[in-house]
């Protein structure tokens, strides 16, 4: 079981003090964040994607590559990359060349994105998101595994001949989770492929993720991939944490109801009781997480929101100091306890490259010289299948 | 929340004809603001002769009433934040069952009341396809007589329910006035041989996949996952349509 920290990248004002960071303030402070993580023993860091203010990451392949850079064990991801506004052709390259500088200590978790305006910014239609998300990743997919990939679509030029550079380190792709949380076909799609599914578990109540999870999980097992039980399964959740429990939710309250989702709405007690955020003890936020796995079954990843709604930065780190220190201790000894003996744990580079070579040496392609034009082809590899290469005449 | 109260795409679907015996299902919404209200008075009048004729035709009625003020801040969570509150999924769920609806709003400004607007806006867009509806509003004057026909209806014809002829308002005047009462038995005999007919249950059975649904739709009912879509072909590899 892998526990870990996600982002939204918001750059919300702090209604305690009312101050509203600075673009470069909260960037810096992210990397401190992530960098915490890791510090207090975490799995996981995850970054959101956001093309309009009041975010800062756009580009969460170079904050990664950055984190990865100054980190030793931490597995870096995102939360999400949208695979709908991005060229996937560009989310083969950029991640993938993620994957080779952290040396594999990375995945991504694909979305759709609901910001209509950032659609047509890139030139894409909200109203057909489901079929380009879907698409994309089709061709994503491929990307990743063909060297060589003829492809043509709905929504995307074609492409022929095309090799997505560099090849995925150790020629294995990247694992990826799809995020959702009202989508069947995101579900069915992350099923086909054997990826891994992940509720963000943070808005609805829990019953909405407990069906789609469920018709997850029962096609990954009709697609051969395993056990209903062995899909990997990841989900979000929100916590605040204080040594005694008063503290907690009078620390938080400003937080909560100046929050730019569901602050002014609903009470924090509403939303503590009917959704699965935790806001309390140490004990609480424990107590509370135990219950996921008993409504969505043994799972992989757990990631926690823990930055957001102008927490400063120096309270999301001694935030952190009590989730490493005293929360996920105890839930990695609870959960082993509790968990099914043959639940799998989140597949990582190190597994999938032992799954698909075992004791072999794994590829390293290499490439075919290059022949002056730039555009033959065809069999880019010198192990590329002899039959596949064109035939040059000799000069 | 029971399931299978629609047909679904997995071919759950009640049978037509269980309901001859049961009584009818009647949710009435109310969204006056004092207690009594007279826009409450409106419904329960409508209720009540519904009642008895539904009687005279050997059919019970069983009323719910959705009091919106009760549940206005449910209504302003859900709003803003998406949060369905216990309460107000209770709201849903009778509306959901109804076979038939009442529907009462004040007028306030030339134009329904926020509150019950509000209501309507956190509804799932197929939460009452073919229900048959009873539109009635009242009004400090007269002068927003027209509300009903040209505010009320146009809402309920975009979640696709079925508004009987009649519309009813009630000025301050009208309340001493017999022909409310004539109007009132009108929508009631509309209203009761609408249900009676089983109309609303019979283009559910018929024609319930032909609307747009989204998972988890209709109150949350609408729980049926179709894998013959284009979408999941697309979903498992294939190219899109």
Redesign the interface.
Same mark, same amino acid.
């Given at each position: 079981m892998q526990f870990g920290i996600f982002s939204v990248s918001d750059i919300t004002r702090d209604p305690v003090s009312g101050e509203t960071p600075s673009e470069a303030e909260r960037i810096d402070a992210i990397v401190r964040i992530a960098q915490k993580a890791e510090d207090v023993g975490m799995d996981v860091f995850a970054i959101g994607e956001h093309h309009n203010p009041p975010f800062f990451s756009s580009s969460p392949t170079t904050l990664l590559a950055f984190i990865a850079a100054t980190t030793s064990r931490l597995l870096v991801s995102t939360a999400t990359t949208l695979i709908t506004t991005n060229d996937p052709v560009r989310i083969a390259e950029e991640y993938a060349m993620l994957q080779h500088l952290s040396k594999g200590r990375m995945d991504l978790m694909l979305g759709r994105g609901n910001t209509a305006p950032v659609y047509p910014w890139f030139g894409q239609d909200i109203r057909q998101s489901l079929p380009l998300a879907l698409e994309n990743y089709n061709l994503l997919h491929q990307l990743w595994r063909e060297d060589v990939v003829d492809w043509k679509g709905k929504f995307r030029t074609p492409l022929q001949g095309f090799t997505s550079i560099p090849r995925p380190l150790d020629d294995v792709p990247p694992f990826v989770w799809h995020g959702s949380i009202r989508t069947p076909e995101i579900a069915e799609q992350a099923a086909y492929y054997g990826d891994g599914f992940f509720a963000n578990n943070i808005f609805w109540p829990k019953e909405h993720y407990i069906r789609l999870i469920g018709f997850y999980r029962q096609r990954y097992a009709y697609y051969g991939h395993g056990t209903e039980e062995q899909a990997i399964v990841g989900l979000g959740g929100q916590a605040y944490i204080a040594r005694k429990s008063q503290d907690a939710r009078q620390d938080f309250r400003p937080y909560f109801n100046e929050a730019p989702v569901y602050g002014h709405g609903p009470s924090m007690e509403d939303f503590m009781d009917l959704t699965p955020l935790s806001v309390g003890s140490p004990a609480e936020v424990i107590d509370k997480t135990l219950t996921f796995r008993e409504h969505f079954g043994d799972y992989q990843r757990q990631l926690f929101l823990m930055d957001h709604a102008g927490l400063p930065v120096t309270k999301v780190l001694d935030q952190l100091d009590l989730l490493g220190g005293e929360v996920v201790p105890v839930l990695r000894k609870e959960i082993a306890a509790r968990q099914d003996p043959g639940t799998p744990d989140a597949p990582t580079h190190a597994s999938l490259v032992r799954a698909k070579y075992g004791d072999e040496t794994p590829r390293q392609p290499r490439p075919n010289a290059n022949r002056g034009d730039n555009v033959t082809g065809g069999s880019p590899y010198q192990d590329t299948a002899a039959k596949s290469r064109p035939e040059y005449p000799e000069l | 929340m029971p399931e299978g109260t629609h047909p679904t795409s997995t071919g759950r679907s009640a049978p037509v004809n269980d309901a001859a015996q049961e009584p009818f299902s009647l949710a009435i919404i109310s969204a006056g603001t004092s207690d009594p209200s007279s826009t409450r008075l409106l419904a329960d009048r409508i209720a009540d002769r519904s009642c008895e004729l539904a009687a005279c035709h050997g059919r019970t009625v069983t009323s719910n009433v959705i009091e919106l003020r009760e549940i206005s801040a449910d209504i @302003?969570?859900a $709003?803003? @934040?998406? $949060? %369905?509150?216990?309460r107000l999924q209770a709201a849903i769920t009778v509306l959901g069952e109804a076979d038939g609806i009442i529907a009462s709003a004040p007028v306030y400004k030339a134009g329904l009341s926020g509150l019950f607007t509000s209501f309507i806006d956190v509804l799932d867009d197929d939460l009452i396809i073919a229900r048959p509806v009873v539109l009635a509003a009242t009004a400090g004057t007269a002068r927003h007589a027209l509300v009903v026909d040209e505010q009320m209806r146009s809402m309920f014809a975009y979640l696709r329910a079925l508004t009987i002829p009649t519309g009813l308002f009630a000025a301050p005047e009208d309340w001493g006035d017999p022909a409310l009462n004539k109007r009132i038995d009108r929508a009631a005999v509309e209203l009761v041989l609408l249900m009676e007919s089983g109309f609303a249950r019979k283009i559910r059975d018929a024609s319930w996949d032909s609307y747009q649904h989204?998972?988890?739709s209709a109150g949350?009912t609408e729980?049926g %996952?179709d $894998?013959g879509t284009?979408?999941?072909r697309? =979903? =498992?590899?294939g190219? =899109? =349509?």
């Open positions: - | @302003s969570s $709003l803003v @934040s998406q $949060l %369905i509150t216990p989204e998972y988890g949350g729980v %996952i $894998l284009d979408l999941m697309l =979903a =498992a590899g190219s =899109a =349509a």
